[in-house]
């Protein structure tokens, strides 16, 4: 499985900006897919994941409401959608894949493959 991210940037308080995950390698109908960040200094925090199949999201409180996860099955892509960016955003954002696991999707130690990370800067 590979996972590549892209679209990451450098933007201004407020922007919105949208994020893609390419997956490859095999079919992913059993899977989670997930995006993460990390921060520097900081722990990988969740964001928001979405079952492959049934389109079903889930959000962490932080960006409920600002961030939306959708999957094009034809493009086997993942995104994320960011809206009313914040400096406290910033971070590297990775997208992930997880199936099989009994780890919550919220855990990032639930995900088995892992996309390279993709830089977002929000100035203020």
């Known amino acids: 499985v590979q996972l590549q991210a892209s679209g990451g940037g450098v933007v201004q308080a407020g922007d919105s900006l949208r994020l893609s995950c390419a997956a490859s390698?095999?079919?992913?109908?059993?899977?989670?897919m997930g995006w993460f960040r990390q921060a520097p200094g900081k722990e990988r925090e969740f964001l928001a994941a979405?079952?492959?199949?049934?389109?079903?999201?889930y959000y962490a409180d932080s960006v409920k409401g600002r961030f939306a996860i959708s999957r094009d099955s034809a493009k086997n892509t993942v995104y994320l959608q960011m809206n009313s960016l914040k400096p406290e955003d910033t971070a590297v954002y990775y997208c992930?894949?997880?199936?099989?696991?009994?780890?919550?999707?919220?855990?990032?130690?639930?995900?088995?493959?892992w996309g390279q990370g993709t830089l977002v800067t929000v100035s203020s």
């Open positions: 992930a894949a997880r199936t099989g696991s009994s780890r919550s999707h919220v855990d990032f130690r639930a995900y088995a493959y």
């Open positions: 390698g095999r079919t992913f109908s059993g899977y989670t």
């Open positions: 979405i079952t492959w199949i049934s389109g079903i999201a």
